[in-house]
């Protein structure tokens, strides 16, 4: 691992235009868990797995139950930026990346500092009327009991791509932009498992692809560095200058 951490760190150095794509284990080590795994507890309080809750027909027509698993399941607002959020806007700001694209809606890297964050997942943090298009804070959705409504009536819908909802058109050209342009792509803390997001590291054009992940993913055969573990502690090894 120490002859990887060196060639990355190598490969840092000598980068310009740095895009990091991440998912959910970057923020798992804040302590936001992945909805995707298995942990029992849904089946005990919940009556329908998370992708289907999480799904635009399900809002439509069960928008309460949604609400309460997405009160209890993807606001965690007490959630700090890690290691990992950390590094990456010390790179930004030291003008090594470019950008983040993420697939978390958490915020976490603007918290950490990072100003070119790509969300292409949306954020629990913009909120807004399905009526009026008035914002709302995401405080309003967390107090706010059963169905948030706004004050024309209308309901207050998360802005976070659901499943069966396409990505905003303007975050995915700004991101495969980014990507198509980078000398160096650094992929961490994703399966590479959700679609479309993760076809987007096909536009990647360099020869610097390094893949950081716990567990195997579909593209480490593609990798030109693959270091298999945690984000956090292989970022937090890089020194930036």
Not at 140 to 159: A, H, L, Y
């Amino acid at each position: 691992m120490k002859d990887k951490i060196r060639i990355l760190q190598q490969w840092i150095d000598d980068s310009r235009s740095i895009v990091f794509f991440g998912g959910a284990g970057v923020s798992t080590e804040s302590g936001i868990p992945d909805f995707r795994s298995v942990d029992g507890l849904y089946h005990q309080s919940y009556d329908y797995p998370p992708e289907e809750i999480l799904s635009r027909s399900f809002f439509d027509v069960r928008p309460g139950e949604f609400y309460r698993f997405y009160r209890d399941k993807m606001l965690c607002l007490d959630a700090k930026p890690n290691a990992a959020h950390k590094k990456l806007a010390e790179l930004e700001e030291a003008g090594k990346l470019r950008s983040v694209v993420t697939q978390n809606i958490d915020g976490l890297h603007q918290m950490a500092g990072s100003k070119r964050v790509w969300e292409l997942h949306g954020s629990v943090h913009r909120n807004y009327c399905m009526k009026c298009k008035k914002f709302y804070p995401v405080e309003f959705v967390r107090d706010s009991e059963g169905v948030p409504v706004c004050s024309c009536g209308g309901t207050v819908k998360p802005d976070v791509v659901l499943y069966e909802e396409s990505l905003n058109s303007r975050v995915l050209e700004g991101a495969l932009a980014d990507i198509q342009n980078a000398d160096m792509l650094i992929i961490g803390g994703t399966s590479l498992a959700v679609y479309p997001a993760a076809s987007l590291v096909r536009y990647y054009r360099g020869h610097r692809l390094v893949l950081i992940n716990k567990s195997p993913t579909p593209y480490d055969s593609h990798a030109d560095l693959l270091l298999a573990a945690p984000i956090g502690e292989v970022l937090s090894q890089i020194k930036v200058r």
